[in-house]
């Protein structure tokens, strides 16, 4: 985690360690690797049956949070608009502004929450998407 973390403030550092213990403690369905994920060269990428289900990476002033189950569910996107400060809101992400306003508790309910909803809707799309790309061309 050091190379995650470094260049970060002690706020941010501890933010991002306290957001890694809260999917581990609370989701157990998830399984954790580096990785990248879009612009992000460093992210903890948090799969399920292969999707990624959360990812908290690295931006150029902080921390973002991506979640397909936020992107895909209703209740969680509610929850997540209700009661976390310190974060600007996007459709299925949110960047942490202020890691002093970022409440972890509220932030283990959110997974807590998002743990409990059907992810395999989200799984079989993603299958089904795979399954229609094709092959690139030999030339």
Do not use: W
């Not at 460093?42 to 397909?68: C, D, M, N």
């Not at 209700?82 to 949110?94: I, N, S, Y």
């Amino acid at each position: 985690m050091t190379d995650f973390t470094e260049g970060l403030s002690p706020d941010y550092a501890r933010t991002a360690k306290g957001v890694r213990a809260a999917i581990r403690a609370e989701d157990k369905t998830v399984s954790e690797k580096r990785g990248v994920y879009m612009n992000s060269k460093t992210a903890f990428i948090y799969e399920q049956g292969g999707v990624p289900k959360y990812v908290l990476a690295r931006t150029a002033s902080g921390l973002t949070f991506h979640s397909l189950v936020m992107y895909a569910n209703g209740e969680v996107a509610k929850f997540t608009k209700e009661r976390l400060g310190g974060v600007r809101l996007q459709k299925g992400c949110f960047n942490i502004l202020a890691p002093d306003a970022f409440d972890l508790k509220d932030f283990a309910e959110l997974i807590r929450i998002s743990a409990r909803q059907d992810f395999q809707p989200v799984i079989d799309h993603y299958a089904r998407m795979a399954k229609r790309k094709k092959p690139a061309s030999k030339r």
